[in-house]
Nanobody, 125 residues
Framework: QVQLVESGGGLVQAGGSLRLSCAAS????????MGWFRQAPGKEREFVAV????????YYADSAKGRFTISRDNAKNTVYLQMNSLAPEDTAIYYC??????????????????WGQGTQVTVFS
């Protein structure tokens, strides 16, 4: 059974940083593209960042470029999202997701087969 477990969320002041982690089990991790998405209250879930199975390709939403960095450690079956210069508009539940089509990085929620339960990030000014 595939499990994705996010951690690292919390309450942070604007301008601060957080590092999210997502530990995966029950899948051949390096064969999966891993993505981060977020959902703010009253809004649809949106793409944040994605990384290919070997970590060679990354892609970011415009809102994340220059501030967020996605990375992965396949030996630990874990994907990370380093978030710097956080702003109140980054407040959301952050989800990691796994896409078995490791050859293509995709940004739509429907492309991902497995999802974590999410971790709350709250940024106050």
């Amino acid at each position: 059974q595939v499990q994705l477990v996010e951690s690292g969320g919390g309450l942070v002041q604007a301008g601060g940083s957080l590092r999210l982690s997502c530990a995966a089990s029950g899948l051949a991790f390096s064969n999966y593209v891993m993505g981060w998405f977020r959902q703010a209250p009253g809004k649809e879930r949106e793409f944040v960042a994605v990384i290919s199975g070997r970590g060679k390709t990354t892609y970011y939403a415009d809102s994340a470029k220059g501030r967020f960095t996605i990375s992965r450690d396949n030996a630990k079956n874990t994907v990370y999202l380093q978030m710097n210069s956080l702003a109140p508009e980054d407040t959301a539940i952050y989800y990691c997701a796994a896409d078995r089509n490791f050859g293509v990085v995709r940004t739509t929620t429907s492309s991902y087969e497995h999802w974590g339960q999410g971790t709350q990030v709250t940024v106050f000014s």
